[in-house]
């Protein structure tokens, strides 16, 4: 069974910086891309950033470039999600998610491995 768990979520003020982390079982994390997804009250689930397998492609939502970071060490299967200079429209549930491919991609139908998501409340 795969498993994707995310961890680091919690309150922070605007402005301030918080770093999520995503651990993926090694069957899972070895030639696949991974992604960052987030969820408002309300809204639909919206691609945040990815990263290729190798580290050396990214992509990112316009709302989140200049302030976020998608990195990955492959050595210990977990993907990272570097946020800084928060705002309260940041507030949502954050996803964590393993490619098919071994490319990034903002496209939700390419990931096939969820974990249960974490909470990042930014208070203005």
């Known amino acids: 069974q795969v498993q994707v768990r995310e961890s680091g979520g919690g309150l922070v003020q605007a402005g301030g910086s918080l770093r999520l982390s995503c651990a993926a079982s090694r069957r899972t994390s070895s030639n696949n891309g991974m992604g960052w997804f987030r969820q408002a009250p309300g809204k639909e689930r919206e691609f945040v950033a990815s990263i290729s397998w190798r580290g050396d492609s990214t992509i990112y939502a316009d709302s989140v470039k200049g302030r976020f970071t998608i990195s990955r060490d492959n050595a210990k299967n977990t993907v990272y999600l570097q946020m800084n200079s928060l705002k309260p429209e940041d507030t949502a549930d954050y996803y964590c998610?393993?490619?098919?491919?071994?490319?990034?991609?903002?496209?939700?139908?390419?990931?096939?491995?969820w974990g249960q998501g974490t909470q990042v409340t930014v208070s203005s």
């Open positions: 998610a393993v490619s098919r491919s071994s490319t990034a991609s903002t496209q939700r139908s390419q990931y096939n491995y």
